[in-house]
């Protein structure tokens, strides 16, 4: 096995996985680089356990390779890819200390006792148990023994480190402050990390970049930044945040490089999205980038807005309203507002009331429309 050092990169190439006739995984294509934290987004069943299972060697491939650097490592069983892995319910041995349950990955593989105790203090300390290491897991909290189980993962010095969904057995407070630990734990050791979620924040906070996931194929590869402001597809869209979806007849070239986009006497400006080229993305698959009928004003497109990008108050490209729910965030309220494309969700940040009326903003940046080819249910090739 090569050491941490020596790794430069994870290489997938066109990983699939069926069950009988469900294709669980298709075609994934990715390079993961060292040092780099990757995760895999979706919804349950979109196929991003089946991908961590199938890199760790817990479930074998239909088809596709798996190489780090120039080694074909698909081959070979779980215990000889030497990746670290980080369950969801952490897996740990109820009957051993926090000492031993962090070794035992170390004296599986034979090293002498003193080199064991010397790479478990120094995990102790990474993680900032000390004080622990001679508790069973019961003694400890759901954020101490998810620490343990990444302890555990590091300890092993391994090229890759594998996390399925550690923090979703968490409360949210918890979530949060291991989330913050999670990163600065990857920063600390530098070991590349694949992390299934099907929490946007979680990857938007963890990840330098996201695979984004739907049955079992991606749909866009990215930078959290890219995802956040220009997802390539309404699955996308839908996924990282975007709420108000809205189907318009048509999108005119309007100056600047926007379109107007018209449906039953409203008419507002907004950006086409041409769904190929992007950064980070690579270029899009069959059927994605059908725009232009659209831009030229000769099919339906249908817009994606997230309500944060919204605001209420005076100013162009604007819609009228009334509320008729207003949920108090703290800072800020969400607001559904009836307005005549439908139904509207919004942040805003001044105090209102159901029945009011209220005029929305809606930033023709921030208004991406989508042609029928990517509004639909369709493919992203990976990118590297």
């Known amino acids: 096995m090569a050491a941490p050092h020596d790794f430069e990169a994870l290489h997938l190439d066109r990983l699939t996985r069926r069950f009988h006739n469900h294709a669980a995984l298709t075609d994934l294509t990715l390079t993961v680089r060292r040092g780099e934290f990757v995760a895999l987004l979706g919804p349950s069943g979109c196929g991003k356990s089946t991908a961590l299972n199938c890199i760790a060697g817990l479930l074998p491939l239909t088809s596709g390779e798996i190489r780090l650097d120039d080694r074909r490592i698909d081959t070979l069983p779980p215990e000889d890819r030497g990746f670290g892995m980080v369950f969801q319910n952490y897996a740990l041995f109820p009957h051993m200390t926090v000492r031993r349950n962090i070794g035992f990955g170390l004296l599986m593989r034979g090293l002498p006792k003193a080199a064991i105790r010397a790479e478990v203090e120094q995990a102790l300390a990474l993680v900032q148990l000390q004080a622990h290491g001679d508790k069973l897991p019961g003694q400890l909290s ?52 694949i992390y299934v979620t ?29 995802l956040y402001a220009r997802p390539l597809n309404l699955n996308v869209a839908r996924f990282m945040g975007y709420r108000n979806i809205l189907h318009f007849d048509a999108a005119v070239p309007a100056s600047g490089g926007l379109v107007r986009l018209q449906k039953a006497g409203v008419s507002l400006l907004g950006t086409l999205q041409a769904g190929v080229g992007q950064a980070g993305v690579g270029q899009a698959g069959p059927g994605q980038a059908g725009l232009g009928q659209a831009g030229s004003g000769s099919g339906p497109v249908t817009v994606a807005i997230r309500p944060n990008d919204i605001r209420a108050g005076d100013g162009p490209n604007g819609i009228e309203g ?27 940040h001044q105090p209102v009331r159901e029945g009011e009326a209220l005029r929305l903003v809606l930033p023709p940046d921030r208004v991406l429309a989508y042609g029928a080819a990517a509004a639909a249910p369709s493919v992203a090739l990976a990118a590297e």
Do not use: F
């Open 322 to 348: 009334r509320v008729v729910e207003a949920e108090y965030c703290g800072a800020d309220y969400l607001v559904d507002v009836d307005t005549p494309l439908g139904l509207l969700h919004a942040v805003v």
């Open 142 to 193: 759901g954020g101490q023994q998810q620490r343990v189980a990444i302890a555990r993962a590091v300890a092993v010095n391994p090229p890759l480190i594998l996390m399925d969904e550690p923090l979703s057995n968490l409360d949210a407070k918890l979530r949060l402050e291991m989330r913050h630990e999670i990163r600065r734990i990857h920063h600390q050791v530098r070991r590349s990390t």
């Open 198 to 226: 099907h929490d946007q924040e979680e990857a938007l906070a963890l990840a330098d970049r996201i695979v984004v996931m739907q049955d079992g194929v991606v749909q866009q590869i990215g930078t959290p930044q890219e």
